[in-house]
């Protein structure tokens, strides 16, 4: 079996690990893997003309890919049509469980809220926004009862969808949501990771800032 281990596969381990991956093809060099929950085929391959080769065969015609391997994944996001591309950096929390302790109280977030979050966060379609809601994969945080942001995971299980409300920022309310869901989901046995993007330099100062490990390499998210 390929060897998943190490911060740029993280996103195959996470959807094996709960069991909503389903292995398409096992090679020593090469693993590709879809998960059910949010439909993305996760591609692990250093080499090229194989990585190719497996997306010819097996999801040349999907709407959601993942390569952990950056240059393989510009050639796929060329070849096949995709309309939109993510080149990010992968993070990950090795560390101790932050601290329980919080300026904020926290709750997961019901369909009551939706119209909320559609308002606020647009870099997800109101579709996926109601079904991390169903799956309760978004938490509200409140200071003294009011509602100063949220967080939550994407379907495929990386933390993200990060936002504080304006007059509410620079107090430190970004890295308490997040520490916040680190010991959440580590508290469930798995290591919390996300993806930033490459230009994002403020995500990754806020991630430094949490302890968390950023990959060297740039993985590619494409969607049509």
């Known amino acids: 079996m390929f060897d998943i281990n190490g911060i740029d596969h993280l996103g195959i381990d996470h959807v094996l690990r709960r069991g909503s991956g389903e292995i398409i093809a096992d090679m020593e060099n090469a693993l590709l893997v879809r998960d059910s929950v949010s439909g993305a085929y996760m591609l692990a391959c250093e080499d090229m003309i194989l990585g190719l ?22 050639a796929a996001f060329e070849r096949y049509g995709f309309s939109g591309k993510l080149e990010c950096y992968q993070v990950a929390y090795y560390g101790e469980k932050p601290s329980l302790s919080s300026p904020l109280t926290f709750r997961a977030a019901e369909i009551d809220d939706l119209d909320m979050l559609k308002a606020n966060y647009d870099l997800l379609s109101a579709e996926e926004l109601e079904q991390l809601v169903k799956r309760r994969s978004i938490l509200l945080g409140y200071y003294h009862s009011r509602l100063v942001g949220f967080i939550g995971e994407h379907l495929e299980g990386s933390m993200g969808i990060l936002y504080v409300f304006p007059e509410y920022r620079r107090r430190g309310f970004a890295c308490a949501l997040q520490s916040h869901l680190i010991a959440s989901k580590m508290d469930r046995g798995f290591i919390p990771f996300g993806q930033v993007e490459k230009d994002n330099a403020g995500s990754l100062r806020l991630q430094n800032k949490l302890g968390m490990t950023i990959s060297d390499r740039l993985i590619v998210w494409m969607w049509k």
Do not use: E, Q, T
């Open 53 to 74: 080769s497996l997306i010819d065969r097996h999801c040349s015609d999907c709407s959601l890919l993942m390569a952990s391997n950056h240059a393989l994944g510009l």
